[in-house]
């Protein structure tokens, strides 16, 4: 009898599993979509004004070297693949709701996040890199009335705007992310998994 009440004893001690409340769940998984959802909205927007931006310096300004015109053309471009991509994103996101079905819901963040990471791999190195090439072309005929002094600090502040992008901003803002979703993905696996 001694050791079936000692039996009984660590039997409740043990931890219970924990349900998850589908209603939280899915209150914080909205939420956190929701942030994601408004940076991607206003990345959009910024983006959208940069590339109206540069649409105008393109075709109402005149440049004497075609240099000029190449760099902008690959701004541009470039700035337009980066728009797409995040409207893509943006509207994986917000396709569903995740109160309505949310087994499919996780399969798009799954998607979602599939996709993020090849923005965050090779095609922001790409951007910045075109983005670089294109405002280097551009200022070549910008700068060239200007001092040697000032040349050297237009292009010494990009070269160090460039790398606190690379280097730090990117790994903030993706890393930020990344946690957000697999938190998220971890919760609705486990809700998912509660249920079956």
Known sequence: MKDFEHLMSVWQEQPAND??????????????ISDI??????AIVATVAV???????????????WVTYVGIVIMLITMLLYAILTIRNYRILNKRDATLNPTDYLQDLKNYQ???AKIAGWFY??????????LSLYFIEILKGSSLPYKVLVYGLSVIWI?????????????????????????????????E
């Open 125 to 134: 190195y790409t951007y910045v890199l075109l983005i670089s090439v294109g």
């Open 19 to 32: 349900k998850l409340s589908v209603d939280d769940v899915l209150k914080q998984v909205k939420k956190g």
């Open 114 to 116: 599939k996709s993020r």
């Open 51 to 65: 590339l109206v931006l540069t649409f105008i310096i393109l075709f109402f300004f005149v440049f004497q070297s």
């Open 163 to 195: 790398l606190f992008l690379t280097l730090y901003y990117k790994k903030r803002i993706f890393r930020n992310e990344e946690e957000k979703l697999n938190l998220m993905i971890d919760r609705l696996k486990r809700l998912q998994d509660q249920f």
């Open 37 to 42: 959802t408004s940076q991607l909205y206003w």
